[in-house]
């Protein structure tokens, strides 16, 4: 029996994973993703070089509970499961750092893990970086930094910071209960490379207020000892004032998961294929930035799910409604009415 196993369907994972004497290499993917494609022959490669690990390969948006459960907020993302514990994490395209995962968890099984996976490895990792053009990604560096009051570029998350120095700045930032958006810099090679050059920066973690760098670690720790830094810190909106200031940004504005350029999401990806097959111009807000913003405007417009659509400050609808809209020429009568 191959030890490369395709999920098809939660209980044939759920008896897999209830198998605590094995360890198991998760491959959470999407087949419109490029890069879960590339990883996917380096996930292929290690499954044969080690036999002794089960490698399971899961399309995230097909089996949204078991995503759910690993909180899978992007694609590639890759789990290494033993005992029934997460005991390693890998997101993104980053086939060396999936490479050395693997073979560290693997405990001393005996392989030959030989110059083919290693040269895939290296060549699938170099993949990372320097494909996005400087003028695309300084765009998107220039929404991310400006896409919340207070924004933070660290390692990890808020919840699981993966550096001590990240960890430091969300203890700060939640002793002086400070609200803020967070972006995992692990997560995007490009983004952690281009915003070092983007703000002349050379470290993280990094910290924006108003879309200005305030800088590192040390001198927001100096801005508090001095009160600088309550200072420079937007006064607090309520929530709804922040939605309503949000869906009005742009005439036409979408709710997604992730960025027009890279979406997090198949539905997502649908949503700005129709606005960018229809030239309509429009503002987004990336819903996976701002966990606040994502339970909060479904709540505000009463509408469940994502994306959500918005002209003129009134919501359109989800998905289905824009096709149907589209469909019977009343999308385009809105738009220019």
Not at 179 to 194: C, H, P, T
């Amino acid at each position: 029996m191959s030890n490369l196993i395709d999920i098809v369907s939660d209980e044939q994972f759920n008896d897999f994973a209830s198998k605590k004497d094995t360890v198991y290499v998760l491959n959470f993917w999407a087949s419109w993703a490029e890069p879960c494609q590339q990883m996917n022959e380096v996930f292929a490669e290690l499954a044969s070089k080690f036999p002794a690990l089960q490698f399971l390969k899961i399309e995230a948006e097909e089996y949204p509970d078991i995503s759910e459960s690993f909180e899978i907020s992007a694609v590639p993302t890759f789990i290494i499961l033993k005992e029934g514990k997460i005991v390693d994490q890998v997101e993104g395209a980053k086939a060396a750092e999936l490479t050395n995962s693997v073979a560290k968890h693997a405990k001393g099984v005996l392989n030959k893990f030989g110059t083919a996976a290693a040269t895939a490895a290296t060549s699938l990792a170099g993949m990372e970086n320097g494909n996005r053009p400087v003028k695309d990604l300084n765009a998107r560096l220039k929404a991310l930094i400006n896409s919340a009051p207070v924004m933070i570029f660290i390692k990890g998350t808020p919840q699981q910071p993966r550096c001590g120095f990240s960890r430091q700045l969300v203890e700060l930032l939640a002793e002086q209960k400070v609200k803020y958006s967070s972006f995992n810099i692990l997560a995007d090679e490009d983004v952690r490379q281009g915003l070092k050059a983007y703000s002349d920066w050379p470290t993280y973690p990094q910290i924006y207020v108003n879309g200005e760098l305030m800088g590192g670690l040390d001198i927001i720790k100096e801005m508090i000892v001095s009160g600088e830094f309550q200072d420079v810190l937007p006064q607090e909106k309520d929530l709804n004032t922040r939605l309503q200031e949000l869906i009005e940004k742009q005439p036409v504005m979408v709710f997604i998961k992730g960025t027009p350029e890279e979406p997090r999401c198949g539905f997502s990806r649908q949503m700005v294929g129709l606005l960018n097959d229809r030239h309509v111009k429009y503002g987004y807000f990336d819903i996976l930035s701002d966990d606040e913003v994502r339970q909060g405007l479904k709540t505000y417009v009463n509408w469940p799910t994502f994306p959500m659509l918005f002209y003129k400050g009134e919501l359109l609808g989800g998905l289905d409604i824009i096709k149907e809209m589209i469909e019977t020429g009343e999308f385009d009568q809105v738009l220019t009415a």
